[in-house]
């Protein structure tokens, strides 16, 4: 099967590569966009027809490659003369040599069946002609005849061709079927002509119901203003009663300026809260224990200035302490780096000298005399 197809410069495809599906593969689209140049081009692959008006203007060279699921790539190619190139051998010189005819159908599987009583009669059952009917059916009978006494796998054309004709009649009582409904449906189409005056007068009484729904709505709003005038004149009645009821009294006394009123309110309130503010805090300190009496505090607060300055003097001689430790240590750093300058090694066990040697932390690493 072939599983990729290459045109370069090929009639009207540049450059166009194509990967059929497994099974059955469609090339769909508008006319003129390449489709018939495509079988072309495997037509020529196939059999080297006449190829002196496929390459495409202005190019100069042009090719149709193939690979197959088995392996194979052949390319057909041309220049100034057509060339094919069959799993990497180059056969050119056609002319001459002639078309390498067992490699290429051995790659392709795409030969012509020669008829069985004429050997220059030969037929094509790979590629069908676009200007011609499907294959053999606009033949005569001697020739179908003809083509299947040389065909090998006759009962197998005998079979599709039994198809093609179960297919022919069912598609034959699909459209009988299909006039039928389309009768039917004329005839429906005919029984509902009146239909469009009948919408007319739906239209109108769809109209007009509107229409009167608007007027009840209209009528209900004005049904809630009459309740709201009759509920507003019975409110007014009971006010008038009221007035009447309360005509008799005199008018109350004139008030004065309740300012100064308002302040003493504010500040009894004021005076209220810190009262019993006060009366919690009274209440919280009861419970505490009585503190102690001292008849004479004064030598208390004289132990207290001269414990005051002892800790003061404490404090001076700490510092002082600390200074001198200071000046000791460095003293000793000192002397030590001057005696390690002059002796680098112990005397005692001759390992080297550090600091913390002579500070008292070397370890003594000779052996100890066990004789005591």
């Avoid at 009459?226 to 005199?250: G, K, M, W």
């Avoid at 300055?309 to 430790?325: F, G, I, P, V, Y």
């Amino acid at each position: 099967m072939i599983t990729r197809i290459e045109l370069v410069n090929f009639m009207s495809h540049a450059h166009t590569v194509l990967e059929p599906a497994p099974g059955l593969t469609v090339l769909v689209g508008p006319n003129n966009c390449g489709k018939s140049a495509v079988v072309g081009a495997l037509q020529i692959l196939a059999t080297n027809e006449n190829s002196t008006f496929v390459q495409r203007h202005g190019t100069d060279e042009c090719s149709v490659a193939v690979t197959t699921d088995d392996g194979h790539h052949v390319m057909w190619s041309r220049k100034n003369s057509p060339k094919y190139t069959i799993d990497g051998a180059v056969f050119d010189r056609l002319k001459v040599a002639g078309v390498p005819t067992s490699q290429l159908q051995a790659a392709l599987r795409l030969p012509l069946v020669a008829a069985h009583d004429a050997a220059n009669e030969k037929f094509d059952l790979h590629f069908g002609d676009q200007k011609k009917p499907m294959f053999l059916i606009d033949q005569t009978a001697g020739r179908a005849a003809q083509f299947f006494a040389s065909a090998t796998d006759a009962s197998g054309l005998l079979a599709m061709q039994k198809a093609h004709k179960a297919r022919t009649a069912a598609a034959t009582a699909e459209r009988a079927a299909l006039q039928k409904r389309l009768d039917e449906l004329s005839k429906t189409l005919t029984a509902l002509a009146g239909v469009d005056a009948l919408d007319h007068r739906v239209q109108a009484v769809e109209a007009a119901s509107e229409s009167i729904e608007a007027r009840c709505r209209e009528l209900a709003r004005g049904e809630a203003l009459v309740d709201d005038l009759r509920s507003n004149a019975n409110s007014l009645a009971l006010d008038e009663r009221r007035a009447t009821a309360l005509r008799p009294l005199r008018d109350p006394p004139q008030l004065e300026d309740v300012a100064g009123l308002a302040r003493l309110v504010s500040e009894l309130q004021t005076a209220a809260r810190e009262l019993a503010r006060a009366d919690r805090q009274a209440g919280v300190l009861a419970r505490l224990p009585q503190p102690l009496a001292f008849d004479d505090p004064q030598p208390i607060e004289l132990a207290i200035d001269a414990l005051t300055q002892a800790l003061a003097s404490a404090r001076t001689l700490a510092h002082d302490a600390e200074r001198a430790t200071q000046s000791v240590e460095s003293f000793h750093a000192r002397e030590v780096a001057a005696f390690i300058a002059t002796h680098p090694t112990c005397p005692l066990c001759h390992s080297a000298l550090d600091a913390s040697c002579l500070l008292g932390t070397h370890v003594d690493q000779r052996p100890k005399d066990t004789r005591e």
